[in-house]
Nanobody, 120 residues
Framework: QVQLVESGGGLVQPGGSLRISCKASGRFIKIGTMAWYRQAPGQQRELVVSITSGGTTNYADSMKDRTTVSRDNAKNTVFLQMNSMNVEDTAVYLC??????????????WGQGTQVTVSS
């Protein structure tokens, strides 16, 4: 069983910054690509950024100037630093990971999400 648990969400003022994290736990061989998605009320889930185990990143155009992704492979954790936040960043932020659980099986896991609200 693999679990992804996000943390660090909350209320932030417009123009402020927030760092959220996602830790993978359980039994697995390797974690491949990890990513952050977000979903605002009434909106489709959208990619924020992905990062491979080797550190290659892919940012969504809408956020690439204001966000930085990083990961600590030893701790199976991915981080998302968000700066200059605005009300349009309000959403549930969800963690995603490709996890190899056996020699033959790699599958995708999702976290439950962490709420980020940007408001004055």
């Amino acid at each position: 069983q693999v679990q992804l648990v996000e943390s660090g969400g909350g209320l932030v003022q417009p123009g402020g910054s927030l760092r959220i994290s996602c830790k993978a736990s359980g039994r697995f061989i390797k974690i491949g690509t990890m990513a952050w998605y977000r979903q605002a009320p009434g909106q489709q889930r959208e990619l924020v950024v992905s990062i491979t185990s080797g550190g290659t990143t892919n940012y969504a155009d809408s956020m690439k100037d204001r966000t930085t992704v990083s990961r600590d492979n030893a701790k199976n954790t991915v981080f998302l630093q968000m700066n200059s936040m605005n009300v349009e960043d309000t959403a549930v932020y969800l963690c995603y990971a490709d996890v190899q659980t056996t020699l033959e099986l790699t599958r995708t896991y999702w976290g439950q999400g962490t709420q980020v609200t940007v408001s004055s």
